[in-house]
């Protein structure tokens, strides 16, 4: 199977650096590293469309918070089955689709919570909350697609 560039930059780091990994535990830091560039451009998108949907458009912050958090969950899910997990050719497609928008449901539920608790209970300005909630959604999505795509 041909290396993409992502791949190749990883192994050459871990070279320079003296690192010597089994293939499988080099495979997941590749893996990660490739979910972290998905999860950063995930987040920018959100970010970025709450803020236009809040400031801009004027709606309440769970609103903005989880349509953004919608828009952004549809590329992360393109981006992560093209490019980060080694989804399974022969399972069926709409059940890991189904799959992914459940666990994707849990982390919207579990990001509006911690936005609300951030900025209405403990009054946190509204973008930086959205940056704690990114933080911990993103290691529960990161486990739940690993398990359930691949």
């Known amino acids: 199977m041909k290396e993409d560039k992502t791949t190749k930059l990883v192994k050459k780091c871990l070279n320079r650096l003296h690192i010597k990994l089994r293939k499988k535990q080099e495979n997941l830091l590749i893996q990660i590293f490739k979910f972290g560039i998905v999860g950063a451009t995930a987040f920018f998108i959100d970010f970025i469309l709450l803020y236009l949907f809040k400031e ?11 349509l953004s958090f919608c828009i952004s969950t549809i590329y992360n899910y393109i981006a992560s ?4 997990f080694e989804v399974k050719k022969e399972a069926n497609q709409k059940k890991q689709f189904v799959t992914f928008i459940i666990f994707s449901v849990i982390g919207l539920i579990l990001n509006d919570i911690i936005m609300f608790l951030s900025t209405d209970v403990l009054n946190i300005y509204y973008l930086l909350a959205k940056i704690i909630a990114t933080a911990i959604v993103m290691v529960f999505n990161f486990i739940t697609r690993k398990l ?3």
């Open 56 to 66: 801009k458009f004027g709606l309440n912050i769970l609103v903005a918070n989880t």
């Open 81 to 84: 089955v093209k490019w980060v």
């Open 148 to 150: 359930f795509l691949e």
